[in-house]
């Protein structure tokens, strides 16, 4: 047995008591499961036709995706998640108004931090990675195994080496960097695999950035995306960590099923085109008009994604015919931009701002969009009807390309509005 | 679940949840009525003309995307107890096991409306339009225990792991 392990390889034996190498299934003890306002009702009915008590501690509920209720039913399946929360005392619950997208919730409060081992009843439940944690999304009804047994079976993913290296360009960013990796390897470039960072150029990438990157690692149909974890890692969840972790880092000459190399420097601003995230194009050839641009969502509605589309907008307008909407991705995030004045400028410059939710991200409330029309958007899927009408049309980019975009009423680079 | 016989549903490669069913359906009123919904914005007509035993037959990648239970529900909860794809998402693969609907990996040729006898026990794929038949690997055992248990929380209950 190979005694070299990949992070993914060592975060999996640390839960499960084995050693575990990729390919081998192994049941192992999870630290915190999530769910939110669309996929926890049906883990509840999972959950209480099997009539136990639940790992009360693991469990966080964050209603996200049609609050504040949208309409009726999502008025309902609210409610739901507050009885249940009630019922079994749960102490893990962020109502509107204190908490926002799930992801970001969690990063925020602390729960997600390097070495953890989390799921979620939600694909980006990768994002945490970014912070040096295995993290993955799940099913309902694991969600609810998970809630009875505070455990779950998984096939230890081979490993994706992706060595960066440099320092990125302007306002390049995460996003870039990311839909750059998936255009590369395709949409099932990493199915069943974990990409594993690497190389001097992680410490150049902000850690807000690295939570982007991580987010979209199940566009490439990864399991996972996990960075190392550095003296930024330790800065940025300083002041927000619940309890104490265990950082990890994969041994010299551990095995990955394949290596990807990126010069940071090289990376232009990227756009994915309609109907997959793998239709990456450089943004100075895609020239398209816009009725929308949205910024928010568990991708990019960080601090740091709306300091730099407030720096690209600085004493603009929102052209005279597109909607711009800004979701801060979480309270934390929405208080902080109001006390930089962010949300000050951008309610200036003609955009719509709103608290934090997931809003048009998957076409929910707040954004969605009509037959023909087109959205430039920091979110992280573009698939047929995602945000609206099945004719509709998403673009994904950056923060300061959907801010440039706004501003151009057409999709360019933030150089062509300067 | 050992024969399965019906015609074939044709559908290409990367086939994502939100097209088998939009965000906006996911509400628990519709929890026993997913199938109606069962990819209602790109093939509006399919869920009404679906007969029980069909088939899906899609390329690589089939229910990428999001971690939604409902897609593998709403098309079981449809009259659809099996896909065949040359490859399946990671989460989807393992919520169809959960949920009882059998994705079987295996690159077949069939066209819309040919008709598919699919042997699970024997791992036999026979498209009888054509004349053509395929062998597709066996479950791996952990899976194959899970399937017959009848999904993760069956496999709970039974072994009485969790007790109030």
Redesign the interface.
Known sequence: MSSVKTISEKIMSAHSGVEAQAGQ?VEAEIDYVMAND??A??AF??FE?????PKRDKIVLIPD??VPNKDV??A??AA?MRRFVQKYSLPHYFEVGRGGVCHQVMVDEGFAAPGRLIV????H?CTYGGINAFST??????A??VF??GRL?FKVPEAIDVRLSGRFRGLVSGKDLIIKIITDIG??GA??KAFEFSGAGVANVPVSDRLTVSNMA?EA?G?AGIFPCDEHTVSYIQGRVRGEYTPVAPDPGAVYSRTLEYDLGDLDYMVALPH?PSNGKPAAEVDVVIDQAFLGSCTNGRIEDLRTAAQVMKGKKVHKDVRMVVVPASTQVYQQAMEEGLLAEFVRSGAFVSGPTCAAC???HMGVLAKGERCVSSTN?N????MGH?DSEVYLAGPAVVAASAVAGRIVAPEAIQ | MNEIRGRAWRFNDHVDTDQIIPAERLISQNNNCLGDFLFERVRPEMSKNVSKGDIIVAGKNFGCGSSREHAPRAIKQAGITCVVAESFARIFYRNSINVGMLPVECKIEADEGDILAIDVQNGKIVNETKGMEWRFAPFPPFIKDLMERGGLMAKIREEKRCIK
């Open positions: 299934i669309v996929t009702p049906l009915q999972e036709a099997l009539e136990c008590e995706h049609f039913a999502s309902e399946q739901e979620g009843a939600d694909s439940t999304g799940i099913g309902s009804t694991e609810a195994a009875a047994e079976w949409v099932d199915n069943y199940i149909g399991k997959l998957l076409g929910g899927r698939f047929i009807g995602r099945k």
